[in-house]
């Protein structure tokens, strides 16, 4: 330990040593990236390290977390992360096993104590979270991400470099409902059914909403099938939740054959397709193939999604419902062999419990060697962020650089690693373009001020001309505008306004310039009431609107209408606005892939 700080001291010069040693870091996950990162953090010798996680350790975690060994499944990742380097740490390490989300246990001045934040996340929502957290700060951040090979790390510097959100991130794949409800032509179809169907349906906390969205058709009586099945399927959502075994073989009598009789009824259907076949009647012997890699026959199917079905029942009644893992067995049993009966019916290629565990639960196999890469650039990046590297200038933002993996980056056959530097922040961007500071505000004041006092301190103090509006972006809950009124003589605590709500003022004027939209994070304060914060709110000029929308929340949102969305799969390069130098203008970001945060999150790498 000694050996490593007095290397690191010579490395940096003792200044900037001391510096390291003064500074408190927060790093946010502690998987595959963040066990490695936490390594190179204690190493480095920085003062303090919180570490926050909100899982467990899986058996699948061990090949490339190596903090963890295989008597610590079932055991708190941030912990025992912790435990495993404390032997070798000089730093004062802190664990937390929650959600970084969580605004009690985590408020934003919370947040506010750490030199840098390091995000080693898995999901989208997550990362844009934390994004807001330190735009809101103006607090670096050190988001990073790998995917089998690909990989990247990029240094946010509010103000000044582009943020995690001025980009679009890729949006999930998605089929027509009439596809995965109907008409399925491929494997994926029937997993999608599978999985975001017929499981959401029937043990899942909310039905899927699959069927609400773009139907993909126009025919009236596919329609009206697709609408009568999903309430039929409510009953046999019952015979689940009474446990009642004995149901099982009306279970697949319902979806295997009869409501495949149901769609050969349209014959419209099968004018141009092969025709399905209802499952024909097989007696459960109960044999099952225990082969997870070969493709079970038919027969080990309904054996197998029989066993799971039994196994899933037994679970509801303690755990309420339960969500697709692909680790957990049951679930990935009976949705690999609900897709694999389905795909028979349709004549098409069976899959094995393994591949179907790969696309269902969207893995893209994790390559510790580039997770190892990622943190090492991600911790070696932090270091030049805060300026403490011997003998070199401060940098200014825009001469700090991101690193993508070569496949990632695209930007040369012949490097492995490439580094163009930080974008400025797109004036577009949602979350980096507008303004924002924190209200703080007494647990009396909450009580006692009016929803029209709030605005009207706003508007005075940010010099808004005219109307405006106003949302909990916690909850997208509209609180007022120039046509709704009705709550604004509630307090903020009637409206279940407290700490941790980010509140989004715009201006809705009729004019040529307006104040630019600015959202308010409500924190805790008790010297005073009611404190606005003293940041500028600019006037900006009015864009018509035009149907597109470059941003990546706008693309996100467009894809929550009930399509049915799959957490995966696309290789896709994204454009990017261009980068100042002659090298990078050429860059395309990492190529982001999606993975599972919930049922329907899009994720980029993990
Ligand atoms: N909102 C969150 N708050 C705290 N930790 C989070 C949050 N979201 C994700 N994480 C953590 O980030 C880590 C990301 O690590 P990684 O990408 O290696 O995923 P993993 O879950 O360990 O592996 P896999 O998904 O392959 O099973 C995970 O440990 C996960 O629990
Ligand atoms: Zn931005």
Redesign the pocket.
Known sequence: MSDTSSVNQRLLGSENYQKLRNSGVLL???????CELLKNLVLMGFGSIDI????TI?L??LN??FLFRHRDIKQP?STTAIKAIQHVSNSKLTAHT????DVETFPLSWFDQFAIIFN????L??RR?VNQMAQFLHKPLLESG?AGFDGYIQPIIPGSTECFDCTTKETPKTFPVCTIRSTPSQPIHCIVWAKNFLFAQLFASSGSTIGDGDLGTDNPEEIKRIQQETNELLELQEYVRAGDESKIPEIIKKIFVQDIQKLLAIEELWKTREKPVPLPDIEVDGIVNTDLSSVWTIQEQVNAFVLSTQRLMKRLPEEGQIEFD??DQDTLEFVTTAANIRAHIFKLPLKSLFDIKQIAGN?IP?IATT?AIISGLSALASLRVLNLIKNQPEAKAQELNMAFTSKASNISSNRYISNPQLAHPNPKCPVCSIARGVLHVSQEALKTTTLSELIQKIQEKYRFEGEVSILDKSTQRLLADYDFEDLLDKTLAELNLKHGIILSISDESVADEVRCTTEFYLDEVKDAQLRLPNIEVPLVKVIPSTEETDDAVGAIESTASGEIILDALEDKNEKKRPLEDEESSSSLPPSKKS???HDEGVVIL?
């Open positions: 946010v996950g502690a998987g595959g990236i963040g926050v996680d909100l899982d899986d699948s975690n490339r977390q990742k929650a959600n970084i989300m080693a996340l898995d999901n929502e997550a979270y790998t692909k680790d893995i994790a997770n993975a599972t945060t993990d």
